[in-house]
Every structure is written in structure tokens, then in C-alpha cells.
């Protein structure tokens, strides 16, 4: 039939065609709500959509990948990607009846694009960029992110990532100590317990990270960081 939306006149039409019955469109209405059919805004889905693959992976391929995130102590980010017109006004707002809500916005049509990640707990990243969407836009917002949960481990407390740095720095000043290689851990160690310095090497190796990815730069021992004038 020459259309895609079941309408009640959509539904009066085939019933005339398959039974010879001519019914108005509200009766057609009457039968449908007598259904227990409604009209509602449909969903939409590509026709390349493969519902025993999507099944699939949710019963089968999902709780893997839970299991393993729990096992690594590990976070999983969901990600997607959209673009975003100047023009574009969503939602609905409640008007007096026969004035229809005016929303004030300039004239000028622009768009960007978005990509974002959030995870199941509701943690949200994104990123605004212009252009297309390629693997350099992909790279620098799992960069960004990085950034953003590295700086976190000392204010906001990842115990996993701390942890992991915490018992690296233990392992760093045991190997010192054995060495006898001077530094300002050692010299820190001398007036102050075990547990702290490692926890002052921990934040000083994340605050590394956190600046070799800000900055997109490979690690150098012997680079000195210069304040500007």
C-alpha cells in the first residue's frame, strides 16, 4: 500500500481492500484504541540493522566484556557521535492554547559536530569539534579523557590507578635505597615515613603522565621544566 505510517485512514483503506467494507476513520479509530493500539512517533531504525546480531552480543559478547571490566577493575565507556545545528530546537514547552512558544535564537546557520562517552554510572566526556570525524579527532578526545581521569587520581581518588602507582613508587624507592642513588626521594625518605614519599613519587608520576599527554610530548629524563618569565 502507498504508505509507511499506520494511520486510522491507512487502516480504512485496507480494510476496504481486504474485506470489501467501507468504514469511516473513526471507526477505524474505535477498533484500533479497542486493540489496545495507540499513535505514537516510531523509532527509527536502518535497514541494515541485524536484530540476531545486536541479540547476540547482548546476551552473549556484553556480560564477557562485564566480567572482564570487573576482573581489570576497569570502566567501560559507551561512545557516540552527532552533529549539532545552530537552528535545531528540541523539546516541548507548555503554552497557553492557540500560541504556539516562541524560542529566541540568532539567524545565522552554523553547525558542529560532538562526540561523547558516557559510562553506566552516568560519567559523561565530550567533545566539541568542527569538521569531519576521522581517527586524529578520535585520538585527541581519548587523549582528553585520559587527561581527565588522570587528574583525578589524587583529588578525586581512582583507588585502582592509585593503587597501582603507589606500589610502583614503593618498588622506585626500594630499588634506590638498595642502589644508594642520591635524589630527592631519598632525602625526603630521611625526615619522613615510607608511606609518604611513595605517595609524593605516586602524584609526581601522574602529574608526569597528565603533562606528556597535555602536551603531546614523548618522556625525557634530563628535561627541566622552565617557568615563564
Given amino acids: ?21 467501507t468504514v469511516s476513520s473513526t471507526t477505524a479509530g474505535r477498533y484500533l484504541k479497542a486493540w489496545g493500539m495507540s499513535a505514537q512517533k516510531p523509532v ?32 567501560i565507556h559507551w561512545g557516540d557521535e552527532m552533529g549539532l545545528r545552530s537552528d535545531h530546537v528540541s523539546g516541548k514547552s507548555f503554552a497557553p492554547m492557540g500560541q504556539t512558544p516562541v524560542v529566541r535564537a540568532t539567524g545565522k546557520r552554523f553547525g558542529c559536530n560532538m562526540i561523547s562517552a558516557i559510562t553506566n554510572r552516568g560519567a559523561l566526556a565530550f567533545m566539541v569539534f568542527e569538521g569531519k570525524f576521522n581517527n586524529a579527532v578520535f585520538i585527541d578526545f581519548l587523549k582528553r579523557m585520559l ?40 632525602r625526603l625518605a630521611q625526615r619522613r615515613p615510607a608511606n609518604v614519599v611513595a605517595v609524593a613519587m605516586a602524584n609526581k608520576m601522574a602529574r608526569t603522565v597528565w603533562a606528556l599527554l597535555a602536551h603531546d610530548r614523548a618522556y625525557d629524563r634530563d628535561y627541566v621544566s622552565v617557568k615563564p618569565a
Avoid at 587520581?153 to 610502583?168: A, E, Q
Wanted: positive net charge; aromatic residues 12%.
Fill in 1 to 21: 500500500m502507498p504508505f509507511y505510517l499506520w494511520t486510522r485512514e491507512c487502516v480504512a483503506s485496507l480494510i476496504e481492500r481486504e474485506y470489501g467494507v
Fill in 44 to 75: 527509527r531504525r536502518a535497514y541494515e540493522r541485524n536484530d540476531a546480531a545486536i541479540a547476540r552480543w547482548l546476551n552473549e559478547d556484553y556480560p564477557r566484556f562485564m566480567k572482564e571490566a570487573k576482573e581489570e577493575k576497569a570502566t
Fill in 147 to 186: 587527561m581527565v581521569w588522570l587528574g583525578r587520581i589524587s583529588k578525586r581518588g581512582d583507588p585502582y590507578v592509585r593503587t597501582l602507582l603507589v606500589h610502583g613508587a614503593r618498588a622506585v624507592l626500594s630499588h634506590l635505597r638498595r642502589k644508594n642513588q642520591p635524589g630527592w626521594s631519598l
